[in-house]
């Protein structure tokens, strides 16, 4: 029986492992998935007793995405780029591998809705916390001109030296309306949503305007939005993105079904209202 968690404080939230247990069950596999919280500053001893408890695999999110790389024997490049991990796999000779498949579960979840070619594509994002940075590595080596928008100019700065391989453009938020035009879509990864306020957008002309959040916190910006005739994408499909790929990581390359686990969390999510 393969030993599967997601570890974080609070944890009680997290949809992975009715994405997982989905999969499982699906595919008929040998493995169980559960939630776990592990407090602030308790990370390193946390990953001691999973090792000793055989576990084969973590997901990792707030507050250990940084802290476990501490304590990990190796990392991928896209960890190293973005500086915080969300999956760990136990190495056959004993400590953890840490990668991050948020990145690439963003390109998974644009690919969905028909975004797979970015050469031409110019993507405004907004915010420069942990979600942009992993935003700025995938869309960055997909080719993409990136357009990072921040409060503070400095820190989206930082964060494009560090997790681009390409110089980008930066600027305030305040001048969104100005960069909007030159946009194929925009990325939002900041909380602005979730108190029930938004950021104020031009005329979308059926472009897509992505959100990383989803459910409640994501209502507010998707429906202003979508009245200012932007096409809408919640940030769920990449919740199931990097899922997935911590899925292939641990089960030698398996890639489960996307769309039922997908329909699964809607319906959670709906029950849950």
């Not at 953890?96 to 594509?121: E, H, M, Q, V, Y």
């Not at 964060?159 to 939002?188: F, M, Y």
Request: glycine share 10%; aromatic share 6%; net charge negative.
């Amino acid at each position: 029986m393969k030993r599967l968690a997601v570890i974080g404080d609070p944890v009680g939230h997290s949809l992975s492992p009715l994405i997982h247990m989905t999969w499982i069950d699906a595919l008929r596999l040998e493995a169980s998935y559960e939630s776990i919280r592990v407090p602030a500053g308790e990370t390193a001893a946390a990953l001691d007793d999973f090792e000793q408890q055989e576990f084969q695999g973590l997901n990792v999110t707030l507050p250990h995405k940084q802290a476990v790389l501490a304590k990990v024997t190796e990392t991928s490049d896209a960890v190293e780029a973005i500086g915080a991990a969300n999956t760990l796999s136990r190495l056959p000779r004993g400590g953890w591998r840490a990668d991050n498949t948020d990145a690439p579960g963003l390109l998974t979840a644009l690919a969905r809705i028909g975004l797979s070619d970015f050469s031409d594509k110019t993507v405004l994002m907004l915010g420069a916390g942990g979600a942009a940075r992993a935003g700025l590595f995938a869309l960055d080596r997909a080719g993409a001109k990136i357009i990072l928008l921040n409060r503070t100019v400095e820190k989206a700065e930082q964060i494009i030296t560090e997790c681009c391989s390409r110089a980008h453009v930066s600027g305030p938020l305040g001048t969104l309306q100005e960069h909007a035009d030159h946009a194929d879509l925009i990325i939002n990864t900041t909380s602005a949503g979730h108190g029930g306020a938004h950021i104020p957008l031009p005329d979308g002309e059926g472009r897509l305007f992505y959100d990383m959040s989803y459910g409640t916190p994501a209502e507010a910006q998707l429906a202003h939005a979508k009245a200012q005739g932007w096409q809408t994408e919640d940030g769920l499909g990449m919740l199931v993105g990097q899922a997935a790929e911590s899925f292939s990581i641990w089960f030698d390359g398996v890639r489960p079904d996307i769309e039922i686990a997908l329909t699964a969390c809607r319906t959670s999510l709906e029950q849950n209202v």
